[in-house]
């Protein structure tokens, strides 16, 4: 049990961190139609 709460915390540590990076691609994105 401990070791799958462990694998849930890098599993959500990583999808917060891809999360953020498609933020940041689509406000480019946004960035470039506004211009």
Same mark, same amino acid.
């Given at each position: $049990? ?5 694998? !849930?915390? !890098?599993? @959500? &540590? #990583? +999808? @917060? *961190? /891809?999360? &953020?990076?498609?933020? #940041?691609? +689509? $406000?480019? *994105?946004?960035?470039? $139609?506004? /211009?």
């Amino acid at each position: $049990m401990v070791i799958g709460e462990k694998n !849930k915390l !890098k599993f @959500s &540590h #990583q +999808l @917060s *961190i /891809t999360n &953020h990076r498609l933020n #940041q691609n +689509l $406000m480019c *994105i946004f960035d470039a $139609m506004g /211009t």
